[in-house]
Structures are given as structure tokens and as C-alpha cells.
């Protein structure tokens, strides 16, 4: 089975910070990987597909970038709603994986 | 604009059985490979399987040979029979669109206990 990790496991910034979250596969899975936000009590919602494809309706201060083993989701310039928990997920093979996620706090 | 609603969740005794459904509306359901994941109270998000557009399913081992997944194109929804249950299934289920769950439903919480 591909694990999947994060780091960091949490951060905190402040608005207006630019922000990257990393996640990497224990073996090649090419840009078969999707990143997603959740809030609390919130189903999660997704904002990349394919390693850097933007969802449709998702701002474009998101960014992913990576292919192989290492990813990152980028957000230009933080602002109050995206304090989240993100998480990363892998298609490539079955059985499919989630990253644990990294919780994103204010400052 | 794409929608899923689960239903069917609910308390279950160990050893139970519970089905959930998965309503699916705003695009051609048939077309596509669909998804599951739950999130255990607290915890992270967890693959449970995905069925493909033609019908072939696979499965988390956490919950293989406990857990079935079927769809019906007629009537744009999914299935997810679950046998066995044991407390550690105890979580929200999400049913979502796709291998990379590009659309999801609200969740539905299912709790094992006695």
C-alpha cells in the first residue's frame, strides 16, 4: 500500500501569509494525487485534482504542484476562511490514501 | 449543479448490519466511478472504496469482505451494505464523485455500540 504523509501536521499564520503544505508517497504515483479543505462539522471539499488542476470555482490562490513522490499545495495569501484542516490523497493504486492532514490555525 | 445525500445512517449493535444510500443528481451518474470515505469522531479521513463506472469495486481491507458496494444506473444511487460492523466503523460516511472524490456529500454518522 502507497502511505501518504504531511508535514507539517499543523502550522500557524497569520492573514495575508503565503502558505505551503507538503505531502509525499512512499513510492511514484505520477500527479495522481487531489488535495482537499475541511472545516470543523464541514464535509471536505476538494481544490486540486491531477497534482496542479484547479477544481472549478476553486480561487486561484490555491496552487499544487509535484509529480512522483512529492506534492505541495500552496495558498498565495491567507485569508480568515481558509483556517482548515487540509489533506492530501492519492489515486493512483488501490487501496487509495489520504494523507493525515495538516491543520492550518491563526497566529 | 452536482448533488449527493446520504442516508441510512444511524446505532448499530456489533455484529450488525446498516445500508446506506447515496442519492446522486446533476450529471450522468452512469459515467462515473463513485467513492466512498468515512472519518472516525476526531480522526483523519479514510478510503472505504470505490466502484467503477462499469461496476468492479474495490475495497479498503479494513472493511473487505464486511463491506459491499453496489450502484443502480437506473436510479442514480449507491449502495453501501455493511455487515459485521464493529466500533472502530463507528464514523461519518461521505459518499463522493470519482476515485478523487471531486464532489461530496454532507456525510451521514454511524455509530456502533451496545
Known amino acids: 500500500d502507497i502511505q501518504m504523509t504531511q508535514s507539517p501536521s499543523s502550522l500557524s499564520a497569520s492573514v495575508g501569509d503565503r502558505v505551503t503544505i507538503t505531502c509525499r508517497a512512499s513510492q511514484g504515483i505520477s500527479n495522481s494525487l487531489a488535495w482537499f479543505q475541511q472545516k470543523p462539522g464541514k464535509a471536505p471539499k476538494s481544490l486540486i485534482f491531477?497534482?496542479?488542476s484547479l477544481q472549478s470555482g476553486v480561487p486561484s490562490k490555491f496552487s499544487g504542484s509535484g509529480s512522483g513522490t512529492d506534492f505541495a499545495l500552496t495558498i498565495s495569501s491567507l485569508q480568515p476562511e481558509d483556517f482548515a484542516t487540509y489533506y492530501c490523497q492519492q489515486y493512483d493504486s488501490y487501496p487509495f490514501t489520504f494523507g493525515p492532514g495538516t491543520k492550518v490555525d491563526i497566529k | 449543479e452536482v448533488q449527493l445525500v446520504e442516508s441510512g445512517g444511524g446505532l448499530v449493535q456489533p455484529g450488525g448490519s446498516l445500508r446506506l444510500s447515496c442519492a446522486a443528481s446533476?450529471?450522468?451518474?452512469?459515467?462515473?466511478?463513485m467513492s466512498w470515505a468515512r472519518q472516525a469522531p476526531g480522526k483523519g479521513l479514510e478510503w472505504v472504496s470505490t466502484i467503477l463506472s462499469g461496476g468492479s469495486t474495490y475495497y479498503a481491507d479494513s472493511v473487505k469482505g464486511r463491506f459491499t458496494f453496489s450502484r443502480d444506473n437506473s436510479n442514480d444511487m449507491l449502495y453501501l451494505q455493511m455487515n459485521s460492523l464493529r466500533a472502530e466503523d463507528t464514523a461519518v460516511y461521505y459518499c463522493?464523485?470519482?476515485?478523487?472524490?471531486?464532489?461530496w456529500g454532507q456525510g451521514t454518522l454511524v455509530t456502533v455500540s451496545s
Open positions: 463522493a464523485k470519482r476515485g478523487f472524490f471531486d464532489s
Open positions: 491531477a497534482a496542479s
Open positions: 446533476g450529471f450522468t451518474f452512469s459515467n462515473y466511478a
